[in-house]
């Protein structure tokens, strides 16, 4: 099986303003991910699911994302939030084939652990920028894995220029 690791695009600072919780993502974030996702798309074939955190920057960014795929819709997630990797991982193993691409729309610094965690620790030095991706093939229950490729969101960018 292989896991596309994706942290969410540019979003709403946090402040005073909004609560974490309600940020969205901001114009300029939109705007580059539309172009993001169009390279993913042509990296990466169509996943067979798409899941993401239930917070409103993380499902903006699995929506367009899912355009940019076609023909897949988001299911909200929220272990993807941050929190219990163990039983997200053994979710997944347990609902997708080994033949499966799962894509995972996430945050700081939850995506990054979980990099780590499926890559042995290497991925502790692999930050995911906003908008940024990893391609990860996990073994059979999800528990291992090995970094396919980790890419910054400017070079998903230019691969999504037309």
Not at 38 to 46: D, E, K, S, W
Request: net charge neutral.
């Amino acid at each position: 099986m292989r896991l596309l690791v994706v942290r969410h695009a540019i979003a709403q600072p946090p402040g005073k303003d909004v609560a974490d919780e309600d940020r969205q993502l901001t114009p300029r974030g939109r705007r580059r991910f539309h172009k993001a996702a169009r390279g993913l798309a042509r990296i990466l074939p169509r996943p067979d699911a798409l899941l993401t955190s239930p917070l409103p920057r993380a499902v903006e960014t699995a929506e367009i994302a899912a355009d940019a795929w076609g023909r897949v819709e988001p299911t909200l997630e929220p272990r993807l939030a941050g929190g219990d990797d163990e039983g997200l991982l053994s979710s997944i193993a347990a609902t997708h084939g080994e033949d499966a691409v799962v894509a995972l729309v996430g945050h700081e610094p939850h995506v990054s652990a979980l990099l780590a965690r499926l890559i042995q620790g290497a991925g502790e030095h692999l930050p995911f920028k906003k908008g940024g991706a990893a391609l990860v093939e996990v073994d059979e229950d999800a528990r291992n894995g090995r970094l396919i490729w980790f890419a910054p969101p400017r070079l998903l960018r230019r691969l999504g220029s037309d």
